[in-house]
């Protein structure tokens, strides 16, 4: 199997230059490295650009309905564990009117994969602001600044008990390529959000983090066992109370030993990670912020089914309506 | 039974309507349906009507608190519980006022008296004790200490006051059972397993059940006492039925005939709760049950295992199925098949949870975006939900289409002796999958929207079936490759197609039966939960000398083939409905004839007078 086999005959129509096509060669790229079949993988979406996905996988897809692709996925993998069930969604369908379902999956830990495609507008309605648009964003349905409070997209994973949770970019495939197959690898609901440029509606809008003059100062990739520093070493995420602080680690006062090492496994930081956002002399974080092994909703309720299965053995149709007080009329 | 030879007169009666009634706390539920499995178990024809509060428990003593349970048996056919109770046993003042009025002259009114002290009467809005004020002079009221004579029998029983009251429904359910000489047997076997770890409450429920049994053949109260023969049913094994059970057991008859696993996305709402309580509890017959987040995931969950090859199946109420709309679009799109069950309650929005209606029809038909037919189809009674249930899933199967099922809450509360049918005498449900062999019939491929030529249903092709990678979804499907498709003439051609697989389901529709008369006079159209009001009345009016027939619609879309014909053989045709006239509005569209339209929107079921006042006006 090759890229190729997993490209449908369809042809894409996403506009020309937007950072779909990137993803959608890097998932293209790394179905072939699964190791799965590829009946057996299926891509289910909302609405909106993102969700046009599944038309171009040369796998078995479905194009939902807005918000809802967790809730179809959910019913999917619970009753057919074999399949290899990806949700692709943006931040209007994820966050917006899919919110609830998001949360739920999280919590119940389907083992699924979802991808989140960030752009922080909504691109099919033509150019309104989104559930994570900057605070006072201008827009057509905000011509005088948006009034409300984005999301974070990983602290609220996080909050809703997600078991994976990683950040990665459409302008660096090499690392989404690594993200999205740790987030394959992982065994449960997999959370990986993707900055993905919307080059028509609001182009630009994580050139900070994606750009060559600009991506080493302002990012910082997290690794499990490592210490949190970037720009090239020069500087050093170091923790200071329940937060972390940036440190100088050229002048001699600190050193990457005194930064924090990167624990996976660990929710509290990845709590305090997920806090670093969008902040002001801050690196946004990319990479797995968090990891954690958790019975699966759909490994429980087939073993909860073969449990009752064992216990009451195959149900018996005709002791079933015959159950109760029944009487004979002859 | 420890029935000693009665010393009062026996009176042979062919049916009594029995309606139990007080707090939501004081048991009113339990008792009836006790009630109903000793006339079930004399061997009686029965129907009941359970009417609660939809709050838990309300404060109590006032009138929104009463909860009620009617029922109606007999030797004779009982297709309705009961126009006008026989007996009401009232345990508060509130629950007297709230029923007083199905009581007709001369019937009989157990009250608790102890009750009946100003604190009560006050709740109940009762300026004056209507046991003294000759209010009640011409109903036979029989006062009873009930809580009282509880309290007696249990005084050495250690057990607190509390517990101790609330037994007393047992002492009502007791001497209901000694004045209809029905059996206490079923009770004392319920009670013995109910109450399996905690002896001291058993042995307390039967010491009181009996005391109320004995109470009536010892007391100077009750001058006569009545016996109701056993009811000449068709021969065969039965069993009394709640619809909620029989509809579970459809949908699981469903799986096993389909050879499918059943996959039920619900989440909980009234009156359809009880679906999900009864399916959740059999996953050895291959139900797995998913309680979603909301109405929208669970049938989206429901949507997503249809199209892993699974019978999807949600259930609702009418608020529910408001919010599930969007997704039945796409199981129409989508051609999955997914049966949507709807337990129809008092609308609109919140409404009366806990009462019944019909008003969902034209929500169910119409209630979505675009030209979305489907497949509707009410079940009628009790033991018919299963029927119908198992009716629904077969449709949905063979014509690759979601289904809405409709029920209601009196139907699913309600219960009657059923008879029980064996799998066998279901039809097969042939599920076929498309394989690779699936593949080679196209050049190009797979195409997932290849149609059946006889049901037009597309191929079924389930993920992780090699060589069938296909992609669905809610955008407009071109013919046969179900690409995506915005191509004006093809949008016309898919809608047809669409709206022609559901028209072909009339294939498979029986042969309308009418009851009655086969023409003449009148015919009663009628669907769901209003066939046993209807088909009294038919009986009642016949008597006359009128030809008056009645039919029951289980299939609401699309209607029966021979319909027209039926209609044409009678003179007036009249459809009366628990709503404000939706299905008639189909019927006078679609035939162009002078229906009437009969109406009623009180949250209760028809009475069968109502129908026969029916019936007398249309042809009068």
């Known amino acids: 199997m090759s890229r190729k086999d997993f490209e449908s005959d369809q042809d894409v129509r996403w506009c020309p230059g937007c950072g779909d096509y990137a993803i959608l060669a890097t998932v293209q790229r790394l179905m072939p490295e699964l190791g799965v079949d590829r009946e057996k993988i299926v891509f289910i979406s909302g609405i909106g650009c993102s969700s046009r996905f599944p038309y171009y996988m040369n796998t078995y897809g479905f194009h939902s309905i807005h918000g809802r692709a967790p809730a179809l996925a959910t019913g999917l993998k619970a009753s057919c564990p074999d399949l290899d069930v990806w949700i692709v969604t943006g931040d209007g369908d994820a966050l917006s009117i899919g919110g609830n379902h998001v949360i739920h999956l999280m919590r119940r830990n389907v083992n699924v994969q979802m991808l989140l495609f ?54 660096d495939p090499k690392h989404m390529k690594v993200i999205l197959k740790r987030a394959h690898a992982h065994r449960g609901a997999a959370f990986a959000e993707i900055y993905q440029n ?133 | 039974m420890a029935t000693q030879a009665p010393e009062k007169s026996v009176k042979l009666i062919p049916e009594a309507t029995i309606l139990f009634a007080g707090d939501s706390g004081d048991g009113m539920q339990l008792t009836g349906s006790q009630f109903t499995l000793a006339a079930a178990y004399a061997r009686n024809d029965l ?61 009989a009114i157990i ?80 009670l013995g397993n109910k109450f399996a770890k905690r002896p001291e409450v058993r042995d307390a429920n039967t010491q009181v059940l009996k005391k109320g049994y004995h109470y009536g053949e010892t007391t100077e109260q009750f001058i006569v006492r009545y016996d109701v023969a056993e009811a000449q049913m068709p021969p065969g094994r039965y069993r009394a039925i709640r619809g909620a059970q029989a509809m579970a057991m459809g949908l699981v008859a469903a799986g096993q005939k389909s050879g499918l696993t059943i996959f039920y996305g619900t989440y909980p709402i009234t009156p359809a709760s009880d679906l999900l309580h009864e399916l959740s509890r059999l996953k050895n017959f291959g139900v797995m049950t998913f309680q979603a987040e909301d109405e929208i995931a669970a049938i989206g969950s429901a949507l997503g295992a249809s199209f892993g090859g699974h019978l999807g199946i949600t259930g609702t109420s009418g608020p529910g199925l408001a919010l599930k709309s969007e997704t039945l679009g796409l199981a129409v799109m989508t051609e999955l098949p997914l049966v949507v069950v709807n337990m129809q309650r008092g609308g609109p929005s919140t409404g009366l949870p806990t009462k019944t209606e019909q ?145 072909r389901v009339a294939d498979i529709i029986p042969k309308t039966v009418v009851h009655g008369d086969e023409s003449g006079d009148v015919l009663v159209v009628g669907w769901g939960s209003t066939r046993g009001a209807i088909e009294a009345a038919v009986v009642e009016a016949r008597k006359t000398g009128k030809r008056v027939g009645s039919i029951n619609l289980r299939f609401l879309n699309p209607l029966p083939s021979d319909l027209g014909e039926v209609l044409s053989r009678f003179e007036h045709l009249i459809v009366p409905e628990i709503n404000d006239g939706q299905l008639v509005m189909v019927l006078r569209s679609r035939f162009l004839l002078p229906f009437k339209s009969v109406t009623k929107m009180q949250g209760q079921p028809f009475k069968s007078s109502e129908i026969v006042s029916a019936i007398e006006n249309a042809s009068s």
């Not at chain 2, 057990?159 to 000694?178: P, Q, T, V």
Request: charged share 25%; hydrophobic share 35%.
């Open chain 1, 118 to 171: 960030n752009n922080q507008i909504y691109g099919l309605t033509k150019g309104q602001y989104s559930p994570t648009s900057e605070l006072g964003k201008v827009t057509k349905s905000t011509p005088y600044g948006s009034l409300d409070h984005p999301f974070n997209p990983a602290a609220l994973a996080l909050g809703a008990d997600a078991t994976f949770v990683a950040r990665t970019m459409d302008r």
């Open chain 1, 198 to 330: 919307c080059n028509i509606f609001n182009d630009g809008a994580f050139f900070t983090y994606t750009e060559k003059e600009s991506k080493p100062e302002n990012t910082v990739f997290v690794q499990h066992g490592k210490p949190l520093v970037f720009d090239g070493g020069r500087k050093g995420l170091r923790l200071s109370g329940f937060s972390v602080e940036v440190v100088d680690l050229t002048n001699g006062q600190w050193s990457a030993s005194d930064c924090v090492v990167h624990d996976e496994t660990s929710r509290d930081l990845a709590s305090v990670l997920a806090r670093v956002f969008f902040k002001p002399g801050f690196p946004q974080p990319f990479g797995v912020f968090y990891a954690e092994q958790r019975p699966t909703y759909d490994d429980e309720i087939q073993k909860q089914m073969e449990l009752v299965m064992d216990q009451r053995g195959t149900g018996d149709m005709a002791a079933l309506l015959n159950a109760g007080d029944t009487w004979n009329i002859n």
């Open chain 2, 47 to 107: 129907a009941t009507l359970p009417d609660f509060p939809a709050e838990i428990r309300a404060p109590a003593g006032t009138t929104y608190g009463v909860s009620g349970f009617q029922l109606r048996f007999g030797s004779v056919d009982v297709r309705t519980p009961g126009d006008d109770v026989d007996l009401l046993v009232a345990m508060n003042p509130a629950a007297l006022k709230v029923n007083l009025a199905r009581v007709h002259a001369h019937s």
């Open chain 2, 359 to 503: 008003s969902d029809l034209l929500q169910s038909l119409f209630g979505r975006n675009g030209e979305a037919p489907l497949p509707v189809l009410a079940a009628s009674t009790p033991g018919d939900c299963f029927e119908t249930a198992f009716e629904a899933c077969r449709v949905a199967l063979t014509y690759m289409t979601p289904v809405v099922l409709l029920g209601d809450g009196y139907l699913g509360n309600g219960s009657e002796p059923w008879l029980i049918p064996s799998l066998d005498s279901l039809p097969d449900i042939d599920v076929t999958f498309a394989d690779a062999s699936h593949e080679a019939n196209a050049e190009e491929g797979f195409l997932p929207y290849l149609r059946d030529q006889k049901t037009l249903a597309r191929p079924w092709a389930r993920p992780g079936t090699k060589g069938l990678e296909h992609r669905l979804g809610g955008l407009e499907k071109q013919d046969k490759t179900g690409n995506v498709s915005y191509d004006p003439e093809n949008h016309e051609l898919m809608t047809r197609l669409r709206a022609e697989k559901v028209e």
């Open chain 2, 111 to 190: 009250v608790n008296t102890d009750a009946f002290e100003r604190r009560n009467l006050d709740l109940a809005g009762y300026t004056s004790n209507p046991l003294e004020d000759g209010s009640l002079e011409d109903r036979h009221v029989i006062p009873v200490k009930l809580t009282q004579l509880t309290r007696d029998a249990l005084k050495d029983t250690g057990l607190g006051h509390k517990e101790i009251d609330r037994s007393k429904n047992m002492f009502a359910l007791g001497l209901a059972l000694w004045l209809y000489s029905r059996p206490m047997e079923p009770a004392l076997e319920w």
